[in-house]
């Protein structure tokens, strides 16, 4: 009798855990089976925002439960990383980010990694940036600022949103390849930043052209190129950089999904194949380009190794332009 009650008491371990892995595996086979939390770093309004609230629709059609935009600015997108960071791995809780998130991972020391405490879902979208000028500024392109600018060396400067932001090193990456020297004057925001220009309080500035585009209409800016590789949808006759005298010049702002690190893969493949859905919608694409943005998915593993390239190309672009981190 002995015997046979010690049997049980082995049992009953083994008997907890199978239990555990039956209800584990159920619930994954039933996500998801309650609402689902974007959680934003910034205010509303910004470029993440403007992405996500445009796709949110889409993702709770195709996943049949509500998807809820919740902003957390503050610290730089900092506040809202680490709660997704430190929230249970289920799939219920995820952060849409942009790579101004790889560089405040540059300059400050974060209570959370980029790589080890994130799972990549997909990419979402890529906005390109556009060089803009002021009417006054004496050039007619790209080619003729460098020229106006190497005869006038400091003399010309340009504004941005912040210290580190990607303006600021969109702008010293040209400055780099270009190999000429302008002026940083940094601002409070983009849109303080890019009225300066409008103004002219600044020669010149790289913001979104989602920031852009009402100045440009306006005739308050002139658009010289856009940042990307190709040209814009939104912009469609503005060359790139690239083809306007600083061969191999690349830039723009990227923005992608992630879920907490050790979130089920086969929750990570429901959320991946709902993000490419609902960014990939008949008349979705349309509606990213009005908003400045082009369509760009991918798979978790593609979106990780795109990660660890942008992780690589900002410590050198962060070197490149003076920042140490605090």
Known sequence: MRKAQRSRFWLYPVIIVFAQ?????ASAQSYPNKPINIVLGSAAGGGNDTITRLIAPKLSEYLGQPVVVENRPGASGAIAAERVAKSPADGYTLILLSNNAVIVSMLRT???DLERDFAPVSQVSFASMVLVVHPSVPASNVK???????SRPGELNYGSDSVGSAAHLAAELFISM?????????????????MATATGETSMNIPSITTALPLLGAGKLRAFAVTSAKRASSLPSIPTIDESGVPGYDYGVWYGMLAPAAVP??????LNAAVIKA?????????????GQEPQTSSPAQFAAFMRSEIAKFAKLTKLAGLKAE
């Open 21 to 25: 892995l039956l209800a584990f595996e």
């Open 110 to 112: 974060l209570p959370f």
């Open 144 to 150: 003729e600022l460098i020229g106006l600018a190497r």
């Open 178 to 194: 270009a190999k000429i020297k302008l002026v940083h004057v940094p601002y409070k925001g983009a849109p303080a930043a890019v």
């Open 265 to 270: 893969k086969d929750i990570l493949a429901q």
């Open 279 to 291: 960014v990939n919608t008949p008349g979705m694409k349309e509606s990213i380009n009005k908003i």
